[in-house]
């Protein structure tokens, strides 16, 4: 016992003491914060040069409202209502060669969107508007432009096109479209989080902020947990460096494979666990002074701490086995891919999860061992409702493969440390595994 | 009692047979050296002993104790693998008390700061292992490998790379752990070294036992069948006259192994004919001669 603490010491010494681990603990937060200001910074600059579509218009009718539509929003829409500053392009609406566009003219419209001397080219069905055509998925108009993504001008273009056909076709049946456009109106539904009573005893209603923490919260918290499995991964190295500077065998003069790797293991945890309560406090103390305090329960923060403790013993006996199999990095990648693709598979699906915590997928996602570290925290920063059975049935079976990984990762080891030469098939690791 | 005992131990890897049929006993208290050429068996007995591979077959007792199965490791013992390195960022002080922890031993502080200086390594504990020579680096991992005290010591070609003055100051260290007790088992490529410091010696050829004993008994063995010469000249073709099996030549003197049953005094008589002969002298065969005799491809030291 006493040689897998003087191993894991050391282990933890070796990495809290490197320029990596400083480097990660303060570069962490800022990027996660600076991804946001990145959005924001971004979300301001639009490129303000004046943006030309040809319409090819066969009804005559759509065009002079595009027309008409333009000239208003280039008057209104486009300054910033406070200092009146230019936010967005003009568009400005120019009528195309002719009724019917041929192949040919579609090239040549094609180009000069190429030559930016205009940004797009619409083409307007005759049919458009028809109220009862007999294929109501006909297509009534086309947008060309270099990206097929949606974009300002086409949305804009969408918008005009769709008022007017409406209008046109509320006309044609007799209806006032001023009259019919007011009844139609969409009705205004606002999304609230739940009542609760605050510190003081006070009964407090959700408020914006907090429906926003109600996402930030969970998310960050899972990110966490990804990040502190994620770093597991560092043992690999380390295990591969051990061997190719040949401290390997000097070790296992004194120490066990076993008590090797059990004391690399609990190292990890330790340095795992103090980034993240430097972390994790750090965000307490500013949900805190934001007043969310409440937020964070503490009972999630024990949760958090024994999930994590269990996943990174999975994450990282996984990893030190890989290491110990192989004996250059790029040989590891092979057996890397599929623990990666296990280890982000909650990234994919973590928001469906946070969607709806209490629904059969998010719950049974949840509680399957490799994904219940990452997913049972963030189901139960989401919602209160998780009832206590379903975490302690997460400890029992994450603690299940936690044993299962150590006790074949230590096999895998023992025989792995001193091979040499190409690493072993998955037949060859099954019978490392049975056979030790 | 016997420090170490194996009896039959045979183990193979895949096809390859590495240790075939083995047994030796090292004997308390005493130097024991294993020789034998690269990939004949010796890291591998060694790693058997030190539990690190188990055999196929037979029985290994080290110390008293059945080191057969099993991967406890321990703490009687003294190894320094062929192997070696430490990690090189940490501070030799702080390495070699990790090291010594490892075996169970703690406040070594005085010891290490003792062997630093023995081994012309004072003023080196505040220095990362990186920053120092290859030789230096050795004498580290000797120093880590004896600060438990260990009953049996296992150093598996700890002179290989150094210089002959390192070697010199090793050497004395490894016989001053000798004369607190310990027993001491050693590989080496070193003939040298073999025949000066070991009191057994003991050979490995394609995992199999070869040699041994003691230098005496296996020098006795091969007989005085051994002729050193040297001569004023160099015009003597010795490998052709009457009686001499083989020569050595090692440019300022000759040896010359006799076949069985021939007359020195005849060889001699035939020399003195042809050139003025200045030094003469039936010996035994050297350990390196017998090595060689044992290992070494034919025409290697033919002419």
């Known amino acids: 016992m006493s040689k897998i603490f003087y191993i894991a010491k050391r282990e933890y010494r070796a990495t809290v003491r490197t320029r990596a681990f400083l480097v990660s603990l303060i570069l962490m937060p800022i990027f996660m914060a600076g991804g946001g200001l990145a959005q924001k910074f971004l979300e301001g600059r639009v490129d303000l040069e004046t943006q030309r579509m040809v319409v090819v218009d066969p009804t005559g009718k759509i065009l002079p409202a595009l027309v008409t539509d333009a000239e208003r929003r280039n008057k209104e829409d486009i300054f910033d209502s406070s200092t009146g500053r230019q936010v967005d392009p003009k568009f400005i609406i120019e009528a195309g060669p002719s009724d019917v566009l041929t192949d040919e003219q579609r090239l040549d419209l094609s180009d000069q969107v190429r030559q930016r001397r205009i940004f797009a080219f619409v083409e307007i069905n005759s049919d458009i508007f028809k109220a009862d055509r007999a294929n109501p998925h006909a297509i009534d108009a086309s947008f060309y432009s270099e990206s097929a993504v949606s974009n300002d001008l086409n949305r804009w273009f969408t918008g005009v096109l769709n008022r007017t056909v409406q209008a046109e076709k509320l006309r044609a049946a007799g209806l006032d479209p001023v009259v019919v456009n007011k009844a139609v109106a969409r009705v205004n539904i606002d999304v609230f989080g739940l009542y609760a009573r605050g510190r003081n005893g006070e009964i407090r209603k959700a408020d914006e902020v907090s429906r926003k923490a109600a996402i930030f919260v969970p998310m960050g918290v899972m990110m966490l947990m990804f990040m502190s499995l994620m770093m597991s991964q560092a043992m690999l190295q380390n295990v591969l460096e051990e061997k190719q500077q040949k401290i390997t065998e000097v070790l296992l003069g004194s120490v066990r494979p076993f008590e090797l790797m059990m004391g690399k293991l609990v190292g990890n945890v330790g340095v795992s666990v103090t980034m993240v309560a430097l972390w994790l406090s750090g965000g307490f103390y500013m949900l805190h002074r934001a007043g969310y305090g409440d937020l964070l329960r503490n009972e999630l923060i024990v949760w958090f701490l024994a999930y994590q403790i269990i996943g990174v013993l999975i994450y990282g006996s996984i990893f030190v086995a890989i290491g110990a199999l192989c004996n250059e990095l790029r040989e590891a990648q092979n057996y890397l891919m599929p623990v990666m693709l296990i280890l982000v598979l909650p990234m994919m699906v973590w928001f469906k999860v946070l969607e709806e915590p209490m629904s059969n997928f998010a719950t049974g996602l949840s509680l399957f061992p490799p994904c219940t570290p990452m997913l049972m925290i963030l189901r139960m920063s989401a919602t209160a409702a998780v009832p206590i059975w379903q975490p302690i049935a997460g400890i029992a079976g994450t603690l299940a493969m936690t044993v299962a990984c150590v006790w074949v990762a230590g096999r895998i080891f023992r025989v792995g440390l001193l091979m040499q030469g190409k690493p072993p098939k998955l037949t060859d690791l099954m019978r490392f595994a049975i056979k030790g | ?303």
């Open chain 2, 1 to 303: 009692m016997s420090a170490v005992e194996i009896q039959g131990v045979t183990k193979t890897f895949g096809t390859k047979v590495a240790v075939h049929d083995l047994s030796l006993v090292v004997p308390g208290g005493s130097v024991y050296g294993f020789i034998g050429p690269n990939g004949s068996g010796k890291s591998t007995t060694i790693r058997m002993i030190m539990r690190i591979f188990h055999p196929d077959r037979g029985q290994i007792r080290v110390l008293g104790e059945d080191a057969t199965m099993g991967d406890a490791a321990n703490d009687r013992i003294g190894y320094l693998p062929e192997e070696r390195g430490l990690y090189r960022k940490m501070f030799i002080g702080e390495l070699l008390e990790f090291c010594a922890s490892l075996k169970g031993a703690t406040n070594v502080k005085a010891d290490i700061r003792r062997w630093l200086e023995r081994l012309d390594l004072a003023g080196y504990e505040k220095k990362r292992f990186e920053a120092l020579s290859k030789g230096m680096g050795q004498k580290v991992q000797f120093i880590a490998s004896i600060l438990h005290r260990p009953e049996l010591l296992i150093l598996d070609e700890p002179f290989s790379g150094l210089d002959p003055v390192n070697m010199e100051v090793l050497k004395d260290a490894i016989l001053e752990v000798k004369q607190q007790g310990s027993t001491i088992l050693f590989s080496t490529h070193d003939m040298d070294v073999a025949e000066k410091m070991c009191d057994f010696i003991f050979m490995i050829y394609n995992g199999r036992k070869v040699l041994d004993g003691t230098l005496d008994s296996i020098q006795n063995d091969y007989g005085s069948d051994t002729l050193r010469i040297r001569t004023a000249g160099n015009g003597v073709a010795y490998d052709r006259l009457p009686g001499v099996e083989r020569v050595n030549d090692y440019g300022r003197f000759q040896e010359l192994r006799m076949t069985r049953g021939a007359d020195s005094q005849a060889i001699l008589r035939e020399i003195i004919s042809k050139t003025k002969v200045e030094h003469f002298e039936v010996a035994r065969p050297s350990l390196r001669d017998i090595f060689v005799r044992i290992a070494g491809p034919q025409e290697a030291t033919h002419e």
